[in-house]
């Protein structure tokens, strides 16, 4: 098997230079590895974004089988690293961790290369649903839903698997991963994500004080320069765009403002934005309430980031609908989630170094974990499996992908195919 190796060099400018390679375990030999360009990095993460199917955790899982699985391009435990971190940020998390993977990989335009990559598919096909609510429904649109859900189930268990070996490999970390998961199960909501992973933070820090080195360093393609522009562009939309409306209300300004202070006050993305988003479109009139309710509907039959309904709500609210609506509210709610990760991760490859942080890195690792296992029962499995044929179809899939010899988008393919034929069977 080969895995990923790296060094890190650390210029005048701050930016970290990545020197990675192959080695494979079995022989032991080493290569170079090729440099990804920007257009393989938009092309990967727009195929994700075409068959990444089952919402937010289940996005997790295909990353990590195609970045940390398949190309190596980050280890197990700098992929875990990034996505605890963007629990904590407000924002979209797994297109937060699409855009770090790009950051690391292709610097600020392998990032964006990822975001739009990844987003674009469900944009368009949200703008394209605001003009036609009723494509999904009857037995085969139930039936396709069905099939999809049952696919995220293998897809998230399959990662949860993966993790659990790497990430919390002793009592501790089991303990660890157990306890978060119970506190994500008993609170469910962000709150809850961020009380389970600064538990592990908590605990990793007092007694996981013997973890090793971190393994190489991180592949941050831009200087910290760039991470101060970026904080302080954050914080200036969030407090200026408020104040230009008082001067010149409605308009694109109004759209932009209220779909970006959404993405700012948001923590734990998927549908936790729901009620943000209601507010700031139903309650404001902008759009009824049954059309609001469809579009959400749509969005859940899609693949990508379930933060594309915005395009949606963006082409039917009345402050800009069309085309320049649906970009300003996608944009908007995205760009502040996007900004904190580039101010945030040119920074982490210092703190990262002491002893205490790498012990606290590794209760939060295992939090991650445990994280993900809560949410393999809830939401994932309670509103997928409802009975033992889907326990069977989701339990296939998930063997499937741990041989290693079955690619996700084709245990997409074959389960939604399996819960088309199962609506059709019964009738």
């Given at each position: 098997m080969l895995v990923a190796v790296s060094g890190i060099v650390e210029t005048a400018e701050g930016r970290f230079v990545w020197h990675g390679g192959w080695v494979d375990e079995r022989t032991g030999v080493k290569g170079n590895r090729?440099?990804?360009?920007?257009g393989e990095i938009f092309l990967r993460f727009l195929r994700l974004g075409c068959t990444s199917f089952g919402g937010p955790v289940a996005h997790l899982g295909y990353f990590r089988e195609e970045f940390v699985a398949r190309l190596g391009w980050l280890e197990e435990a700098r992929f875990a690293e990034v996505v605890g971190?963007?629990?904590?940020?407000?924002?979209p998390a797994s297109s937060q961790v699409g855009f770090s993977i790009g950051l690391m990989e292709g610097g600020l335009a392998g990032a964006l290369a990822a975001w739009v990559g990844f987003t674009l598919p469900s944009a368009v096909l949200m703008f394209g649903f605001a003009y036609g609510h009723r494509l999904l429904t009857g037995r085969l649109g139930l039936g396709l839903l069905h099939?999809?859900?049952l696919a995220a189930v293998a897809v998230v268990a399959q990662a949860v698997w993966g993790m659990r070996k790497a990430l919390a490999?002793?009592?501790i970390r089991m303990v660890v991963a157990t306890v978060a998961a119970g506190m994500v199960l008993a609170r469910q909501d962000a709150l809850g994500q961020m009380l389970a992973l600064g538990f592990g933070a908590v605990v990793g820090w007092g007694l996981c004080r013997e973890v090793g080195e971190p393994m190489g360093g991180w592949l941050v393609g831009i200087s910290r320069r760039w991470s101060v522009w970026a904080a302080g562009a954050c914080v200036a939309l969030l407090v200026g765009l408020p104040g230009w409306l008082r001067f010149r209300p409605g308009g694109?300004?109004?759209?932009?403002?209220?779909f970006y202070r959404t993405g700012a006050l948001v923590f734990g993305g998927g549908h936790v934005v729901l009620p943000l988003l209601q507010s700031v479109t139903v309650a404001r009139g902008w759009v009824d309430e049954g059309t609001f309710l469809a579009g959400y509907g749509g969005a859940q039959a899609i693949p990508g980031p379930l933060f594309s309904f915005a395009a949606y709500l963006g082409a039917v609210c009345?402050?800009?609908?069309?085309?320049?609506?649906?970009?300003?509210?996608?944009?908007?709610?995205?760009?502040?989630?996007?900004?904190l990760v580039v101010a945030v991760l040119p920074w982490w490859e210092v703190l990262r170094r002491s002893v205490g942080?790498?012990?606290?890195?590794?209760?939060?690792?295992?939090?991650?974990?445990?994280v993900l296992?809560?949410?393999?029962?809830?939401?994932?499995?309670?509103?997928?499996?409802?009975s033992a044929a889907d326990g069977l179809i989701a339990a296939a899939g998930f063997v499937a992908l741990l041989t290693g010899r079955v690619r996700p988008w084709v245990v997409v393919g074959i389960a939604a195919a399996a819960g088309v034929g199962m609506r059709v069977w019964q009738g």
């Open positions: 090729p440099k990804t360009t920007v971190l963007c629990q904590f940020l407000p924002g099939g999809l859900g490999p002793d009592a694109g300004v109004a759209l932009f403002e209220a009345l402050p800009l609908p069309g085309v320049r609506g649906a970009v300003l509210a996608l944009v908007g709610i995205s760009l502040p989630g996007l900004l942080m790498r012990a606290a890195i590794a209760g939060v690792n295992a939090s991650v974990v445990g296992l809560a949410a393999l029962y809830r939401p994932v499995w309670t509103s997928a499996v409802g």
